[in-house]
């Protein structure tokens, strides 16, 4: 992990650029993951900050939910 934390650090533009996050949990209220659109919104925000240009909703299926 300090191997990746370092390359992070000295290229932090293009870290995740081209990365495709394919197990997200940015659906509100759908499942474990967030509970609100802002903190979906604000997740997405990030995503795009970092260089993340691909989300796959992936949301569990949870009856309790």
Request: charged residues 25%; hydrophobic residues 40%.
């Amino acid at each position: 992990m300090r191997l990746i934390g370092r390359l992070y650090s000295l290229n932090k533009e293009a870290f995740f650029e081209g990365f495709t996050d394919y197990h997200s949990h940015i659906l509100p209220g759908v499942d474990d993951g967030v509970q609100t659109l802002e903190q979906s919104l604000e997740i997405l925000d990030c995503y795009e900050q970092l260089g993340i240009r691909i989300v796959w909703l992936t949301p569990h299926i949870m009856e309790d939910i």
